[in-house]
């Protein structure tokens, strides 16, 4: 028996009692959007989900192919009979048993889906500002680069975010740089350079990161690096944005008291949702 909110319940009646994903953080997910029944960036996202996996040491099932991938999710969209724009969210974590050591490698998992507004990027013409948030410090190491289900950093900014009047936060490494935003990979626009910092600061290994990186070398007179950012950089820069698979391009218009605009955001979007289309 277990004692859930005050009552005694079998220990069979609660799927959440042996879940390693739930008890332990033991499990690593992917957000992909679907547009007309097209999964966008497949690929990255499958690579991605099975390299998250090998760091984990997860056993990767043999059928587990990007074909197979793809066919799960899309049988997840079919049966709750949605099209247009959706968002799935596929999470894999180890089978029950044991404890911090587990019994098992094996895996299994989950996929939700669930219907968004836009089959397009689009950037929201509107306020959108944010601040540090230094409770808490990313470490600059493997795990920081991928989706793992333990993500109380990104809630508890969340919440300083809001109880702040802030649309997003942005997150600081143990070396007290700036990595990336609450939900996303961040970018910086200064003195015709866009600037990312590298996956070795401790930044997630975006997909939408990957694309804007790509997209940004076809833009003339503008030279990509990838480089650690400092928060005094950003007193400086003229532009910021935020980029996820979701969103695509999040301009970031007021950081304190420094506002930004949002050309070259808005010069990547442009390609970004011709390659969507063209794809």
Do not use: W
């Not at 587990?102 to 998992?109: D, E, G, I, L, W």
Request: proline residues 3%; hydrophobic residues 40%; contains cysteine.
């Amino acid at each position: 028996m277990i004692n859930f909110n005050g009552t005694l319940h079998s220990s069979a009646d609660n799927l959440l009692v042996n879940n390693r994903s739930f008890l332990y953080g033991d499990g690593v997910f992917e957000t992909v959007k679907i547009v007309a029944d097209k999964i966008l960036f497949v690929e990255d996202h499958y690579f991605r989900l099975m390299a998250s996996m090998r760091v984990v040491r997860m056993e990767i099932p043999m059928n587990f192919t990007l074909e197979y991938f793809e066919e799960q999710i899309l049988v997840a969209l079919k049966g709750n009979n949605l099209s247009g724009a959706v968002r799935a969210r596929i999470t894999v974590y180890r089978n029950d048993g044991g404890y911090y050591l587990p019994k098992t490698n094996a895996v299994s998992f989950l996929i939700e889906v669930v219907s968004i507004d836009n089959a397009l990027y689009r950037i929201d013409k509107t306020t959108y500002e944010v601040d540090l948030y230094k409770d808490f410090y990313v470490a600059k190491q493997l795990l920081s680069s991928i989706k793992t289900t333990n993500k109380i950093i990104n809630i508890t900014g969340s919440i300083f975010a809001k109880e702040n009047g802030l649309d997003n936060c942005l997150l600081l490494n143990d070396s007290k740089n700036v990595i990336e935003a609450l939900q996303g990979n961040i970018f910086m626009v200064m003195d015709g350079k866009l600037i990312t910092p590298p996956v070795s600061e401790g930044c997630l290994n975006g997909v939408m990161r990957k694309q804007i990186l790509s997209l940004a070398k076809k833009i003339e007179n503008l030279e990509v690096l990838e480089q650690p950012i400092s928060p005094f950089d950003l007193q400086k820069a003229e532009e910021l944005f935020i980029t996820n698979v979701i969103k695509g391009i999040q301009p970031i218009t007021k950081y304190r008291k420094k506002e930004y605009g949002s050309v070259v955001a808005e010069s990547l979007l442009i390609q970004l949702n011709a390659q969507v289309t063209l794809g």
